[in-house]
T-cell receptor, first 114, second 116 residues
Framework: DTEVTQTPKHLVMGMTNKKSLKCEQH?????MYWYKQKAKKPPELMFV???????INESVPSRFSPECPNSSLLNLHLHALQPEDSALYLC?????????????FGPGTRLLVL | AQKITQTQPGMFVQEKEAVTLDCTYD???????LFWYKQPSSGEMIFLIY??????QNATEGRYSLNFQKARKSANLVISASQLGDSAMYFC?????????????FGAGTRLFVKA
């Protein structure tokens, strides 16, 4: 089973709202990732968790707050977003960080900020 | 400097024909992995094929094969017997070992259109 699930599939929120994106995998992977993808562009790495610890934050604004409650779950808390944050948010996981291990992606959450 | 280059923004192929999607990369790390992903309009990134820097043979997965030319730093994807369902965006990506191991670097992508 190489499935990564993400909820919700679609999300519309106002600039004053607080919402959360959720990601789950049951492959025993110890590295999990959040990516942001704008239309017609490649994914951009936001955060990496390794063994439930934040290991990379790609200078993401503080209105995005990641959380890894356990080895299977990854959340992205959203607060006071801007319209330019509208994008597809992809979660991914991999067994660990070694170069020969592929990442498996979830279906993404399409976020629209009004 | 761009580490992954995909020079074909869009490609057309006739159904049942083969197509090659180009990818060149740049790294000084001797240990790296090269990947191809397919992204349909639904948005999900689907892993297609992987090639390790130390692999001697080109990777193959069903209708997908990776033409790995290490000296030229190229990792082209070949799709044989194209199907209408192959119409999608295709991304070439690289993961470097060592400190860069957590990061996957993506190319700009190639949009493939399969014609009936």
């Amino acid at each position: 089973d190489t499935e990564v699930t993400q909820t919700p599939k679609h999300l519309v929120m106002g600039m004053t709202n607080k919402k959360s994106l959720k990601c789950e995998q049951h492959m025993g992977h110890r590295a999990m990732y959040w990516y942001k993808q704008k239309a017609k562009k490649p994914p951009e790495l936001m955060f990496v968790y390794s063994y439930e610890k934040l290991s990379i934050n790609e200078s993401v604004p503080s209105r995005f707050s990641p959380e890894c409650p356990n080895s299977s779950l990854l959340n992205l808390h959203l607060h006071a977003l801007q319209p330019e944050d509208s994008a597809l948010y992809l979660c991914a996981s991999s067994p660990a960080s070694r170069s020969q291990e592929t990442q498996y992606f979830g279906p993404g959450t399409r976020l629209l900020v009004l | 400097a761009q580490k992954i280059t995909q020079t074909q923004p869009g490609m057309f192929v006739q159904e049942k024909e083969a197509v090659t999607l180009d990818c060149t990369y740049d790294t000084s790390d001797p240990s790296y992995g090269l990947f191809w992903y397919k992204q349909p309009s639904s948005g999900e990134m689907i892993f297609l094929i992987y090639q390790g820097s130390y692999d001697q043979q080109n990777a193959t997965e069903g209708r997908y094969s990776l033409n790995f030319q290490k000296a030229r730093k190229s990792a082209n994807l070949v799709i044989s017997a194209s199907q209408l369902g192959d119409s999608a965006m295709y991304f070439c990506a690289m993961r470097e070992g060592g400190d860069g191991g957590f990061k996957t670097i993506f190319g700009a992508g190639t949009r493939l259109f399969v014609k009936a």
